[in-house]
């Protein structure tokens, strides 16, 4: 790439949260190298100088690290490597060395043939308007001019990151718990982190695989959990942990192959977390459970409802002293005792250690939280230009009734005698989102059906709700 040669980026790559896009179609070796030349502007322009960069276990992503950080270095900017691992390794190598900003090559949950770029300056997410403006400094090419190349180091953090991690578990209980990285980037620091806990541990799909051979790599849908119950059932395993592609979302099954989701995860979460620190706030993403704001609220915590996005929760945990928030996709930051961002080997150990000192198993604490009725998180086609109107038009008509509650954060959730019901705009796909909730059948119909009648309004069909 010469100096002087501008770069237009496809536009769709450029996402609310990170860059993401298919290598060798819309994203490519050539555009990963322009956009570390531009974040490194970007960087520079700040004052820093220093860049940590990492890798996921995509195939794709040795070379597009290569690529970063030969960008990098013509902007005259030193980068440190860190090579393969978890998402939250580059994190913590952000927090803990010399350096002004991280990035991470990683298609995350993403199918084998994505791949994309994670990055914050000053321990803060780059995300937004920030990303946009990267995209126009390639566009432009506007990017800083090195007097010489930055500096290349490559520096070894696995094992001060698995030492971190494990350094916070407590617990007496020794527990029998399985383990399912699914081929992704967490798959040797969870391989070296079992051999040092107590208890007895079975492990599957450790093995670092871009191909993802086992199953997709994205803990949230039940499907892909199927192999971590199978595993949990032939050992009496107390609980175990899945993870997505690249370390940061955590999933957790009960010992009777019962999946806890985002919001059950941080209520048992929280009760710790409140015990040292009484009052503290505690966020969660629209799309949590009424049972998770009013479990903190009798916790004596300050529950916060905010945008769904790991960047937007990031900033508002900075925002608010936040000491621990999460989202229903299974993204928990951590600032209680951690650095704040989002790690789920480090939200396993958390968990693990609560359950270990506890008297109850985890399927008994399951048991003890509020039984409510729920729809997965329906998700439906809408065009680009029109998922944002429909939304609008559809709060526009809410405005003003008797009998709800309306929260417009981000889209609108709707409170009403039956429970609530959600419809948002998705920031990454030309996609509505929705979820209902209900303590009761009849009163999750009624949901349902105020939702499809609202979305006929403005002339969508929503599919069949489950």
């Known amino acids: 790439m010469s100096d002087s040669d501008a770069h237009v980026l496809d536009p769709t790559i450029l996402r609310e949260y990170d860059i993401r896009g298919v290598v060798g179609e819309d994203f490519s070796a050539v555009d990963v190298g322009a956009i570390g030349w531009a974040f490194a502007t970007i960087v520079k322009e700040g004052g820093g100088s220093r860049v940590v960069v990492g890798y996921d276990g995509r195939l794709s992503s040795p070379g597009l690290e290569q690529a970063m950080v030969a960008g990098l270095s013509l902007a005259g900017v030193d980068v440190l490597r860190v090579g393969l691992g978890p998402s939250p390794m580059l994190y913590y190598a952000g927090a803990t060395e010399e350096v002004d900003a991280a ?39 506007d990017f800083a001019q090195g007097n010489e190349a930055g500096k290349i180091e490559s520096t070894k953090v696995f094992d001060d990151y698995v030492a971190r991690v494990l350094s916070d578990y407590r617990g007496d209980k020794k527990l029998k718990v ?56 032939e050992n009496g395993c107390d609980l175990g942990f899945g993870f997505d592609g690249d370390g940061d979302r955590i999933g957790v099954i009960d010992g009777r192959g019962r999946v806890l989701w985002g919001d059950q995860i941080m209520v048992l979460l929280a009760r710790e977390v409140l015990a040292d620190i009484p009052g503290a706030t ?3 993403d629209v799309k949590a459970s009424q049972a998770f704001f009013d479990a903190i609220t009798e916790m004596g915590g300050n529950p916060i409802m905010w945008k769904t996005g790991h960047s937007l929760i990031k900033t508002k945990m900075v925002e608010t002293g936040s000491p621990l928030a999460g989202e229903m ?16 080997v480090y939200a396993a150990v958390r968990l693990l250690s609560i359950v270990a000192s506890d008297d109850k198993s985890l399927a008994e604490m399951r048991d003890d939280l509020p039984q409510l009725i729920n729809t997965p998180e329906i998700r439906f086609d809408c065009d680009e230009d029109r998922k944002f109107q429909v939304v609008e038009e559809v709060k526009s008509r809410l405005k003003g009734q ?28 030309a996609v509505l989102v929705a979820r209902c909730e209900s303590n009761s059948d009849q009163g999750l119909a009624r949901l349902k059906n105020t939702l499809a009648d609202e979305l006929k309004q403005s002339g969508i069909e929503i599919p069949d709700i489950d």
């Open 329 to 344: 996709s299974a993204h928990i930051f951590f600032k209680h005792r951690y650095y704040g961002f989002d790690d789920a």
């Open 402 to 429: 008797d009998g709800i509650e309306v929260n417009d954060i981000d889209g609108v959730r709707v409170l009403n005698d039956d429970g609530w019901w959600l419809l948002r705009a998705s920031n990454t796909q």
């Open 282 to 284: 505690i966020i969660a």
């Open 178 to 233: 399985a383990w399912d990285p699914a081929n992704g980037a967490a798959g040797e620091a969870v391989s070296e982190l079992i051999k040092k806990l107590p208890g007895e541990h079975f492990i599957i799909n450790e093995k670092i695989d871009g191909t993802f051979p086992a199953h997709h790599p994205d803990p949230t849908v039940e499907k892909n959990l199927d192999q971590l119950k199978a595993l949990v059932a």
């Open 103 to 141: 990035v991470m090559i990683t298609g995350s949950h993403n199918p084998p043939e994505y791949n994309g770029i994670k990055m914050s300056i000053g321990g803060h997410s780059f995300y937004g308007d920030d990303i946009q403006r990267l995209g126009k400094i390639c566009a432009n090419g």
